[in-house]
């Protein structure tokens, strides 16, 4: 399963630099908060795309 989910994260390298650079400034920087609010937005998009790609769970 992690296998799967480094292939996903290779396959689309400007958006899993995104996610981290986000993901990184949310987790250790205040940034104000209406910024906050749309990087967060951008934050959960990514996560859905990448959830969406990836389905490691499909039945």
């Keep these: 399963m992690l296998k799967k989910i480094y292939d996903g994260f290779i396959d ?3 958006l899993t630099s995104l996610f981290v650079t986000d993901f990184a400034i949310l ?3 205040r940034p104000p908060f209406l910024f906050s609010l749309i990087m967060l ?3 959960m998009a990514m996560c859905m795309y990448f959830g969406q790609k990836l ?5």
């Design 12 to 14: 689309h390298p400007i």
């Design 27 to 29: 987790l250790f920087h």
């Design 41 to 43: 937005g951008a934050l």
């Design 55 to 59: 389905a490691l769970f499909k039945v």
